[in-house]
């Protein structure tokens, strides 16, 4: 879960206009309708770069006005050549719930959702979706993001629309209100906003280069990831400050990537991976950020070093995926790849990063790939079940608990598929 704001936009409305029809190399097409009714119960789910650096000195923020905002956007150009980099992820790679009832997932050829919080499954859209990411803000206006797609709706799923791409393809999205949103797009990571709920696009000249996350808690507070380091806004996007330093990359030149999820407050959750990976590990560091700085809340073995970071260690050997509850609590669920077929521990953080719980393994899991909780004790894990036999098959699972992960309940799976 992270926020859902609704009201205090006006800053943001106020600041971009269109960026053409969609905002497309062509000035865009018109939105086509991709209507569905709700099928049956499925079977058993740069330029101008604006950086403070670590520890630098940083003055109070002014008030955001609409004029000095607006001078942060700009229409977008220069950068359509750059295809972004196509997706391999399969299976569920997106879910998320918006209250104990509704929920949905997202991955490679479905939407898949629910209102009795996960007792039955249907299937709101399918074909080759490609899709990777799923954001709602209620139970009715939600996108779903994908290699080649950007799909709205406002009846919760009952109808998908697909609505016109930017000439940067967009990676992922995140939106504080029906018509405020913000998303990465293009192979080199630049951040696009809209405040049409996704029907035309501007870019944010301001953003640090290499986006590879971003999220805000409401118009002038907002985080993002960039190069494997975390950076936060306190004035809509003019100016970024950089909170967490850059770790070097490895000896193939691979760097490290940030993922974060706001919270309420002006917070967020954080998850830094890499660079590269072992022979069964992969260097990865959790981070709760708040207006007055970055914590670091555990740390992948390989990366703990007296006096270099957190001492606390991670709940596995490889990062996975994490769920921002609220500004004080929030779930990350690591993957053991050198445990068996896999297992998929996952720990409680609470107190805003004070306290780290270990919650033991997602039950019938050797994968993680996705997670949305509403409480510490209500969430849904989704993810792969390995098993070898002769041959080895998996199978994609969606999973449940209401008790803090005492018990699973297994509430969707796919076909089996061997290889």
């Not at 192979?187 to 301001?206: F, K, M, N, Q, Y």
């Amino acid at each position: 879960m992270r926020l859902r704001l609704l009201m205090g936009l006006v800053p943001l409305s106020l600041i971009i206009a269109g960026c053409g029809a969609g905002g497309s190399a062509s000035g865009g097409s018109p939105t086509t309708s991709v209507t569905t009714s709700v099928s049956p119960a499925a079977t058993a789910s740069r330029t101008g770069t604006a950086v403070t650096s670590p520890g630098a000195a940083t003055t109070s923020t002014p008030a955001v006005s609409a004029t000095s905002v607006q001078a942060a956007t700009v229409p977008i150009s220069g950068h359509c050549s750059s295809p972004a980099t196509a997706s391999t992820a399969s299976g569920i790679s997106g879910m998320q719930f918006t209250s104990r009832d509704r929920g949905w997932a997202v991955g490679s050829n479905s939407i898949l959702a629910t209102t009795d919080g996960g007792a039955r499954w249907t299937v709101q859209l399918s074909g080759a979706l490609k899709l990777t990411s799923v954001d709602f803000i209620n139970g009715q206006d939600g996108w779903a993001v994908g290699d080649a797609a950007l799909l709205a709706t406002t009846d919760g799923g009952a109808h998908w629309s697909s609505l016109p791409e930017p000439c940067l393809t967009i990676r992922s999205a995140h939106f504080i209100s029906p018509t405020a949103g913000f998303a990465v797009a293009g192979a080199t990571g630049v951040v696009l906003v809209t405040v049409d709920g996704g029907r035309s696009w501007r870019e944010l000249p301001t953003a640090p280069a290499g986006v590879q996350s971003v999220c805000y808690s409401d118009a002038r507070h907002g985080w993002l990831g960039a190069g494997g380091v975390l950076y936060r806004t306190a004035d809509g996007g003019a100016t970024w400050t950089a909170l967490t330093k850059v770790v070097a990359e490895d000896g193939a030149g691979y760097s490290a990537v940030m993922d974060v999820e706001c919270a309420n407050d002006g917070t967020v959750w954080a998850l830094s991976s890499g660079p590269g990976a072992g022979m069964s590990q992969q260097q990865h560091v959790g981070y709760y950020g708040s207006q007055s700085g970055v914590t670091g809340l555990f740390a992948e073995q390989t990366m703990q070093a007296p006096g270099t970071g957190p001492t606390r260690e991670s709940p596995g050997s490889d990062p996975g995926p994490f769920s921002a509850i609220d500004s004080a609590e929030a779930v990350y669920i690591d993957a053991c790849t050198a445990c068996g077929m896999g297992t998929a521990p996952w720990d409680l953080v609470s107190g805003s990063g004070a306290t780290l719980t270990t919650k033991g393994n997602v039950a019938d899991i050797t994968s993680p790939e996705a997670a949305s909780f509403l409480s510490a004790q209500v969430g849904w894990v989704a993810g792969t079940a390995a098993e070898y036999s002769g041959t080895f098959r998996s199978q994609q699972r969606i999973m449940a608990t209401t008790n803090g992960g005492r018990t699973w309940v297994l509430q969707w799976a796919g076909p089996w598929t061997s290889s």
